[in-house]
C-alpha cells in the first residue's frame, strides 16, 4: 500500500484546512485508514480513524472541529479540519491498517495564532 498526502498549509486560529490522502496498490482488506499527527517533543497522535464500514472516530481533541471522510472509488480519503488552534500545528501522516500499519509520508499544518 502506498500513501500519498497533500493539503500542507499555513493557516491563522480560526481557519479550515483539508488534507487528502490518495491510496494505490494492494489495498484490498484495509480495515481502517485515518491520520495521526506529531508536534515536536510529542508523541504521535491519532486524530481521525474511518473504518472500512464507514465508522469514524475522533480524540476529544479534535471531535466536532475534524472530519474525516473516505471515496471508495477515487481511493481517496479527506481529513477536513476547521476551527484550527496553534496546538494543532503538527506534521500530519496519513495511514492505512491491515494488518500492518502503512504510513504516508507527513505534511505540515502550522497555525498562527
Known amino acids: 500500500v502506498q500513501l500519498q498526502a497533500s493539503g500542507r498549509g499555513l493557516v491563522q486560529a480560526g481557519g479550515s484546512l483539508r488534507l487528502s490522502c490518495a491510496a494505490s496498490g494492494t489495498i484490498f482488506s484495509i480495515k481502517n485508514m485515518g491520520w495521526y499527527r506529531q508536534a515536536p517533543g510529542k508523541q504521535r497522535e491519532l486524530v481521525a480513524q474511518i473504518t472500512s464500514d464507514g465508522t469514524t472516530n475522533y480524540p476529544v481533541s479534535v471531535k466536532g472541529r475534524f472530519t474525516i471522510s473516505g471515496d471508495n472509488a477515487k481511493r481517496m480519503v479527506y481529513l477536513q479540519m476547521n476551527s484550527l488552534k496553534p496546538e494543532d500545528t503538527a506534521v500530519y501522516y496519513c495511514?492505512?491498517?491491515?494488518?500492518?500499519?502503512?504510513w504516508g509520508q507527513g505534511t505540515q499544518v502550522t497555525v498562527s495564532s
Open positions: 495511514y492505512a491498517e491491515r494488518n500492518v500499519k502503512y
